[in-house]
């Protein structure tokens, strides 16, 4: 039996990665993939070092993103009714950590094989176009990730557009980036 295609989809709730998760589930679907929808929270318990303080805090994130984490995932599901052939299998997971280690270490450890991740905003040159966190997974990923700026849109029928500096060409990459546009 053929491994199905694994997705990773790190969403901080934000408009932006509601769009990229809308392209990732819009895409599963197309591609017949698996989706795994990360959260890692960014966390400042305000609490000092008060270990019992901290724990409670922590679960009470938790719990929070939990819930923001289920309001993100119908929103986008319910935005695509009527539009998919059947919506794609679809796993959560909220995870404490450095964001960027956290969603590198999620992609290893889950045989991701590609990572969707919206980006918005300007800095410099490769962060310029990609935004920080995005440029930093796309340097540090061992899978494939597909980077959607704010406003992309999902069509069947899209152009590709692939990065390189042609030091070395990875021909097995290129064919899996391939793989989304066959008709």
Do not use: W
């Amino acid at each position: 039996m053929e491994k199905r295609t694994r997705i990773l989809v790190p969403v901080d709730f934000s408009t932006c990665s509601e769009n990229a998760l809308i392209f990732a589930i819009q895409l599963a679907d197309n591609i017949n993939a698996d989706l795994q929808v990360l959260h890692v929270p960014l966390f400042d318990s305000g609490v000092g070092e008060n270990p019992v303080a901290l724990s409670i805090a922590i679960q009470e994130q938790i719990q929070q993103s939990k819930e923001q984490m289920r309001k993100f995932i119908k929103k986008a599901t319910e935005s695509l009714e009527g539009y998919l052939n059947q919506t794609p299998t679809l796993q959560t997971s909220i995870e404490l950590g450095k964001v960027e280690f956290t969603i590198l270490d999620e992609a290893v450890s889950n045989e991701i094989d590609y990572i969707i991740m919206g980006t918005q905003g300007e800095r410099n040159t490769i962060d310029r176009y990609l935004g920080t966190m995005a440029s930093s997974i796309v340097k540090n990923a061992l899978c494939s990730v597909l980077v959607i700026p704010e406003n992309a849109k999902f069509r069947k029928e899209m152009g590709l557009g692939y990065a390189t500096d042609f030091s070395e060409v990875p021909t097995f990459e290129i064919g899996k980036a391939v793989k989304f546009f066959k008709p």
